[in-house]
């Protein structure tokens, strides 16, 4: 049974899954309600009401912010494939004027 040190105490492998989960799902939820509610008020006209505009933008960085919750296995599936094939790019034109 495997077992994690964090901080002064020691975690099984399933409370240790649980923890990495909670810190990266909420750095997640703040860049997908970052991102929600930039969109929103890019796409909200000037001409709408201030309290309109503000529920509009807040409403979207909840909802972006929930789902990206809800997807967070996704997006780092896709973060991590993003990465890997920014090291590969930068790679393999190295090796190749290695040969």
């Given at each position: 049974?495997?077992?994690?040190?964090?901080?002064?105490?020691?975690?099984?492998?399933?409370?240790?899954?649980?923890?990495?989960?909670?810190?990266a799902a909420g750095v997640i939820m703040i860049i997908g309600a970052s991102i929600g509610g930039l969109l929103a008020y890019y796409?909200?006209?000037?001409?709408?009401?201030?309290?309109?505009?503000?529920?509009?933008?807040?409403?979207a960085s909840i909802y972006f912010g929930y789902k990206s919750v809800q997807y967070?296995?996704?997006?780092?599936?896709?973060v991590q494939l993003s990465l890997m094939g920014i090291a590969a790019y930068q790679l393999v034109p190295f090796i190749w004027s290695l040969l």
């Open positions: 049974m495997a077992r994690y040190r964090v901080g002064n105490s020691y975690l099984s492998q399933h409370e240790y899954d649980q923890h990495v989960f909670e810190h796409f909200s006209s000037p001409e709408w009401p201030k309290l309109i505009r503000l529920g509009l933008i807040v409403g967070h296995a996704i997006i780092l599936a896709v």
